[in-house]
Structure formats: structure tokens, C-alpha cells
């Protein structure tokens, strides 16, 4: 197995002196939400590469703790977003669209941008062929098209398994962005096999609600003052350049009774500031991709010259 050295999708940018971001009217950040919806199998096909479950299988517990947020914390947060205005970019896992239909409803009444993260969230992308990879980027695209009539933009794999080559194929089966790379505040071309323009728009696994909640065990209290902090960073960074900031989302989490009211009070103190663009991610990335994409490229290419010895 050849060990690389980089994920060598995107090149090295120091973070000053690059070309200055506006975004529309005036807006020092570009702010969105990604309520990761998500479908967890019960009893998944086994992976050779990561177990899928905690617990002895049939995982009840971890199971149903998931199907809580499809069941009850969707709708909690949905009502918190839409009270600020606030669309959401949803990552989803496309057989939701056929097991819950309902949800799918209301994310396009709400005009929520719907991006795909892989069929379900228990079939990772690990030792696929690039064939199998294709095949669930185009089943992606079908199944948003049939379900909501959007053109399928985004992409998020499954469990964050990309492979060497998952990029390349996005770009390659016509996806405009990826939220795959974890490498900057701002957007950023990705460097792939082909010639298309393709485009890495800031994830935050920092302000993501199942790190910070399940894994680094900080207090809900301390998650709202997180994202203030986080936010207020990047605001006044972006009086000089536009940044971005993202809010990663699990209904299963933030949807709990004791939980919600971090997210209101977040919403509340982000929307509360003027110069914040609400955004999608399709939004951002094709702002950035119109207007910014040549000038990054051309910019980064000193810094990225290989010198011989």
C-alpha cells in the first residue's frame, strides 16, 4: 500500500496575504448550519474497517438514541432554525428520503439546501472500488433529484470515510463542493485528477455537536460559549476578509429537551450581529467559485513550487 504523505487535494496557504473575500453586502461571515440527517441501520452490512456499532449486535440502545433525532429532534430544531431564519444545508443520508419522507417535506418548505452524506451513515466508503464509489454519488444525486427536485451540489461522506480517489470522482460525476477537507476558514479550490473546478467549503468538526457533546464531554453550557467565541474570531477576521463559519448539527443531540435552548441562544447571538451573511453551502461555494477561485489558485502556486535539490 503506497503511504502518502498528504491527502494532496489542496495546496499550502499561509492565511495572510491572500486575495480579500467580500461577501454579498458587505458581510464579514458567511454563516450556515448543517443538520446532519441521518439514517442508522440496525443490523448494517459488517465493515472490514470499522465497526459500526458499540455494543453487541442488535445495538438497541445506540440504535434508537439515533432514531430519536429523525422521530422528535428534527422538528425541535427545525422550529429553533426558522425562528432566526436560519436555512439549513442538510447532510444527508439519502435513504432517509424514502424512510422518512416527512422530513424531506419540510426541509423543502423551509428551502433547505439538501446535499448527500452517502446512503446510510452505516456503509462507509472504506476499501470501495472507485466503480461502488460512483455508484453511490450518482444513486445520491438521483435519489435528491426524485425526492425535492434539487440539483445534487455538496457532498459529505458517510462517517467522514473518503478514500485516496473520492474526491477526484465528485468532481468528476459533476459535484461543485466538498465538505470532506477540515483545512481552512475559507473556501478553497481542491486540487483533483481532471480539470473541473471544485471547491472546499469550511466543515467545522471544533463547533460539531457529537464531538464536543459525546466525545469531549463539554458541558452544553460551555458548547454555546464555544460557538461565541468561535464566531466572534472569525467576525473580526473577516473585516478584513470574508470568512466562514459552520455549525454541524445532529437532531439526535441538539434536539433534546435540554439542549435546545444552546441552540436558540446561539442563533439568538449570530443573527443579533449585522455583516453576517445566513447562507447555504451551495451559496458560498459558488460565490467563492465565480469570484475567487482564479485568484486563490494563481495566488498559492509560489508557495507551492517543488524546488529540486
Known amino acids: 500500500m503506497t503511504k502518502l504523505s498528504d491527502p494532496n487535494n489542496y495546496d499550502y496557504a499561509p492565511y495572510q496575504g491572500r486575495p480579500k473575500i467580500e461577501w454579498p453586502n458587505g458581510a464579514r461571515v458567511a454563516f450556515w448550519v448543517a443538520p446532519n440527517i441521518e439514517f442508522y441501520e440496525l443490523a448494517p452490512p459488517p465493515s472490514p474497517t470499522r465497526s459500526v456499532w458499540y455494543r453487541p449486535e442488535p445495538d438497541v440502545i445506540n440504535y434508537s438514541m439515533r432514531d430519536y433525532g429523525n422521530r422528535v429532534g428534527f422538528n425541535r430544531m427545525a422550529d429553533v432554525m426558522a425562528k432566526y431564519n436560519v436555512r439549513g444545508s442538510v447532510s444527508l443520508n439519502v435513504a432517509v428520503c424514502d424512510h422518512y419522507p416527512e422530513i424531506i417535506e419540510r426541509c423543502c418548505e423551509l428551502d433547505w439546501e439538501l446535499f448527500s452524506h452517502g446512503v446510510y451513515n452505516t456503509r462507509y466508503m472504506y476499501n470501495m472500488t472507485e466503480d461502488q464509489q460512483r455508484e453511490i454519488i450518482r444513486d445520491s444525486r438521483e435519489t435528491i433529484k426524485r425526492a425535492s427536485g434539487q440539483d445534487l451540489a455538496g457532498w459529505l461522506s458517510p462517517a467522514i470515510s473518503n478514500q485516496e480517489t473520492t474526491q477526484d470522482l465528485l468532481a468528476e460525476e459533476g459535484i461543485k463542493?466538498?465538505?470532506?477537507?477540515?483545512?481552512?476558514?475559507?473556501?478553497?479550490?481542491?486540487?483533483?485528477?481532471?480539470?473541473?473546478?471544485?471547491?472546499?467549503?469550511?466543515?467545522?468538526?471544533?463547533?460539531?455537536?457529537?464531538?464536543?457533546?459525546?466525545?469531549?464531554?463539554?458541558?452544553?453550557?460551555?458548547?454555546?460559549?464555544?460557538?461565541?467565541?468561535?464566531?466572534?474570531?472569525?467576525?473580526?477576521?473577516?473585516?478584513?476578509?470574508?470568512?466562514?463559519?459552520?455549525?454541524?448539527?445532529?437532531?439526535?443531540?441538539?434536539?433534546?429537551?435540554?439542549?435546545?435552548?444552546?441552540?436558540?441562544?446561539?442563533?439568538?447571538?449570530?443573527?443579533?450581529?449585522?455583516?453576517?451573511?445566513?447562507?447555504?453551502?451551495?451559496?458560498?461555494?459558488?460565490?467563492?467559485?465565480?469570484?475567487?477561485?482564479?485568484?486563490?489558485?494563481?495566488?498559492?502556486?509560489?508557495?507551492?513550487?517543488?524546488?529540486?535539490?
Open 177 to 309: 463542493y466538498t465538505l470532506d477537507l477540515f483545512h481552512d476558514d475559507q473556501p478553497m479550490p481542491v486540487k483533483t485528477r481532471n480539470p473541473s473546478r471544485f471547491v472546499s467549503v469550511p466543515y467545522m468538526m471544533e463547533t460539531n455537536d457529537v464531538p464536543v457533546l459525546n466525545f469531549k464531554n463539554i458541558s452544553p453550557r460551555n458548547y454555546l460559549q464555544l460557538i461565541k467565541d468561535h464566531f466572534d474570531q472569525l467576525y473580526e477576521e473577516g473585516a478584513e476578509s470574508g470568512t466562514v463559519m459552520c455549525i454541524p448539527l445532529h437532531p439526535y443531540l441538539i434536539g433534546q429537551p435540554h439542549r435546545l435552548s444552546i441552540l436558540d441562544e446561539a442563533l439568538k447571538y449570530i443573527t443579533g450581529h449585522d455583516k453576517v451573511w445566513l447562507a447555504t453551502a451551495r451559496e458560498i461555494a459558488a460565490h467563492f467559485e465565480a469570484n475567487y477561485y482564479d485568484s486563490f489558485t494563481n495566488w498559492m502556486k509560489p508557495f507551492n513550487t517543488v524546488v529540486s535539490q
